[in-house]
């Protein structure tokens, strides 16, 4: 008796494991790629299945290197249809997904990011260049004329006018878009100001631009941008880095460093007064358009005006829109499923 | 003559005061021993408070949601009887909400005032017609959330006395919302939604419901796949294989499988289930099936020790009957060793409901506004489904996040006082 209802489990187990083995028909939409456009794929997302009714498609956030490895892993049902990308996408991703057959994607611009440094209400209001910015954050840094390892431990050391307060800043790990993108706008920005560093051949310049210094005043804080929100609060000495978003959300927590005088704002992240804010993109696998149902629906709804417009309900989740020109050639592109040219780099 | 009859005296006398010294020293090493002992505990006892203590303080606001309730007007002709779900809902709604605020016309104020209220009014305004078409050209009560800010507002998270600047609503909303608390028009009833709604980029909408689903596909599959296998491997390693070096290679093998992380399993089955079987990403089957890799080893060394547990007695009555080997472990060994593994399966699965690790590498931590249908649709589990939450910027989903540990929490201890219950009751002592 026991045997046979034991036997029994074992066959609707086996027959499980089976059924699932045969590839199966997907009727929902994938969406994979970097968590900073999770929030607004989110939105888009639930968007379009409760207009529409169709299932509701599976957002996953694996980070825009993740997402682009997924996506360009092949076409057919096994393979997601859109990822987002906090940056372009890369040469090296274009080939690796034109050799697995997935020639055809069209490369949406939804708009831009803001990256904000943010201090507790209870702490300091800075006013920094991104040279300055450089100077506090590099692992290596220029002094009269000579590339030393970075002496800076307060801000005063670096400019007498900042407060005499210890360097500390928790930031994003290196696997974060959102520490490539702050690599890229103020760390390579402010390493121009320095005309030894400039002058340096090309790898070596590249290295002392982005490495960020591993001696105790930046603190790699982790992927998770509210753990960093919590640290702020209880530290008022400390700065962090993330997106605007959550300087939007907690604005009562905390307060947005100026960068060259101008603090972070959605008017001046959006007018670019505001130097740090990035490009937000997405990719559509065009060969899936009008196989998986719903796809073309979906891009559509993404790039409505009532989405990506000003207004928008991407706009209230932080998206920094888009110029109205610019927008309608976004659109066009999307909905007519134009191929992107092979990046250039 | 006196040394020789004070000599021993004094040196029995010193023994006697070594002694005494000694035994001091040893009551006092015993009394130190338990007072290590018990601030251990109290230690252990103290931090576990603290975490119960934050999590349950974060998640009171997550207890109740505010709802506004409003009369909207569905006029007749402005819904299609034959279509329903096409009707322009969210016109209707603004126009009873600017019935309440007819002086709000700016744009700019328009969408303040909308900020206040949650984006699904709409849909279960949708959903009330869909359900009851008669509706049509009648006025309908609906009660719907309150968005974020508003929700933190009544709860008193947004601190109303701070500067403007200093807080996401403006004065002028502060105002609205005061105008709808003295109309009534603002209640706080439990927080069923959290359990009841799917997931939701809006936290007043976001639920639980894939999540548990999705858990109770994971576990069911996990159970089916790693309960008779591990029964079957652990019933012929301890009543059928011979014992020589094979067997003690196995069995040293499985005490190590159960010391593996888990996101080797998780990475295992990305590379295996999903990879080379291409089975459907983010789908509780995959997540099952990595589970119950993991629980595996957990249920044949229960399973093993239950066996064990069964005097040989029984065995050897049963077999001197007549018995045949099959017969004695079938009919007589396993049913009574059935308790034992059964508490051992229990707590396997109780782990599995926790793991989180393994899950996200097979994709089961995405963004899902529907709760799957079966094993095969893509889903979140509780663990990952706190995950997600955990990193979201909206203020709403700190105490969710919070209040959706507890659940978890719930759960683990229900299924651990199950084991313990059964380990109790039918537990046989020989």
């Known amino acids: 008796m026991k045997l046979k209802s034991l036997t029994m489990a074992a066959t609707v187990a086996v027959a499980a494991l089976s059924v699932a083995g045969v590839a199966h028909a997907r009727d929902q939409i994938q969406v994979v790629g970097s968590s900073t456009v999770f929030p607004f794929s989110q939105a888009a997302a639930e968007q379009f299945a409760n207009e529409t009714g169709s299932p509701a498609p599976v957002v996953e956030s694996t980070g825009t290197g993740g997402g682009m490895k997924i996506f360009c892993g092949g076409v057919g049902t096994g393979h997601p249809d859109v990822t987002g990308a906090s940056r372009a996408m890369k040469l090296s991703e274009y080939e690796l997904c034109t050799s697995n057959g997935v020639t055809d994607i069209t490369e949406v611009l939804l708009g831009f990011d803001g990256l904000s440094m ?19 954050l590099a692992a290596k840094v220029e002094v009269d004329g000579k590339i030393v390892d970075n002496p800076f431990k307060k801000w005063s050391d670096i400019d007498p006018s900042l407060p005499n307060a210890e360097i500390s800043v928790m930031g994003p790990p290196p696997t974060s878009g959102t520490r490539d993108a702050w690599v890229e706008l103020v760390m390579e920005e402010g390493c121009k100001t320095f005309p030894a560093i400039e002058a340096l051949d090309k790898d070596a310049h590249k290295e002392t631009c982005q490495r960020m210094r591993t001696d105790g005043p930046f603190i790699e804080a982790g992927e998770n941008d509210n753990l960093i929100v919590q640290r702020l609060e209880s530290d008022p000495n400390a700065y962090g880095i993330f997106g605007y978003s959550f300087l939007y959300e907690n604005q009562d927590k905390l307060q947005g460093i100026k960068v060259a005088g101008v603090e972070p704002k959605e008017e001046t992240i959006a007018d670019g007064s505001y130097g740090i804010s990035r490009p937000i993109y ?42 109205e020109d610019r927008r309608a050639a976004v659109q066009k592109a999307a909905k007519d499923a134009v191929n992107m040219p092979a990046p250039k780099k | ?114 900020q206040l209220f949650s984006n699904g009014g709409q849909y279960q305004l949708r959903d009330k017609i869909l359900a009851d078409p008669s509706l049509i050209g009648k006025t309908v009560s609906i009660s719907f959330p309150m968005s974020d800010i508003g929700d933190q507002l009544h709860k008193g998270v947004i601190d109303r006395n701070l500067p403007p600047d200093f807080r996401r609503v403006n004065d002028t909303q502060i105002a609205w919302y005061d105008v709808l608390v003295e109309r009534g028009q603002i209640s706080s009833p439990l927080n069923w939604g959290l359990l009841f709604n799917a997931d939701s980029r809006f936290p007043e909408l976001a639920g639980l419901r894939g999540a548990l689903v999705g858990s109770f596909f994971a576990l069911l599959v996990c159970f089916l796949v790693s309960f008779p296998v591990g029964i079957a491997a652990a019933v012929y390693l301890e009543e059928f294989a011979p014992k020589n070096r094979l067997t003690d290679l196995i069995e040293v093998n499985i005490n190590n499988l159960a010391a593996v992380p888990s996101i080797v399993f998780g990475l295992l089955g990305l590379a295996v289930f999903l990879n080379f079987f291409g089975m459907p990403r983010s789908a509780p089957i995959v997540g099952g099936l990595v589970l119950s890799l993991m629980t595996l080893p957990t249920i044949i060394i229960a399973t093993r020790a239950a066996l064990k547990a069964v005097p040989p007695s029984i065995r050897e009555a049963a077999i001197g009957v007549g018995a045949s080997k099959m017969q004695t472990v079938g009919h007589h060994v396993l049913p009574l060793a059935m308790p034992g593994i059964l508490t051992g399966t229990i707590i396997g699965l109780a782990q599995a409901l926790g793991e989180t690790a393994p899950l996200l590498l097979i994709g089961m931590n995405a963004f899902i506004t529907a709760a799957p249908d079966s094993m095969f649709n893509p889903s979140t589990a509780l663990p990952t489904q706190i995950y997600i939450w955990a990193d979201s910027p909206e203020r709403g989903f700190t105490s969710r996040t919070s209040a959706a540990i507890i659940v978890l929490l719930g759960f683990l201890v229900c299924m651990n006082a199950i084991a313990i219950y059964m380990r109790k009751r039918f537990e046989r002592r020989w």
């Open chain 1, 118 to 136: 943010a201090v507790s209400r209870k702490g300091k209001q800075l006013d920094v260049s991104k040279a300055q910015l450089f100077q506090a």
């Open chain 1, 282 to 323: 997405f990719y559509v696998k065009n060969a899936h358009r009008g196989v998986i149902p719903g796809l073309n629906e979906f891009v559509t709804e993404y790039t409505s005006d009532e989405a990506m417009g000003p207004g928008g309900y991407l706009e209230e989740r932080g998206l920094i829109v888009l110029a």
């Open chain 2, 1 to 114: 003559m006196s040394d020789t009859t004070h000599g021993p005296d004094r040196k029995e006398r010193n023994a006697w005061f070594e002694a005494d010294a000694r035994l001091k020293r040893r009551h006092l090493a015993d009394k130190r021993l338990r007072a290590y002992g018990i601030a251990a505990i109290v230690f252990a006892l103290g931090m576990l408070a603290t975490l119960v203590g934050t999590i349950l303080i974060t998640a009171a606001p997550a207890v109740t949601q505010t709802m506004v309730t409003f009369e909207v007007e569905v006029p007749e002709g402005s819904v299609d009887p034959a279509n329903p779900s096409g009707g322009s809902y969210q016109t209707m709604l603004n126009a009873s909400i600017a019935r309440i605020f007819p002086d709000v016309d700016t744009p700019r104020e328009l969408r303040e005032l909308r």
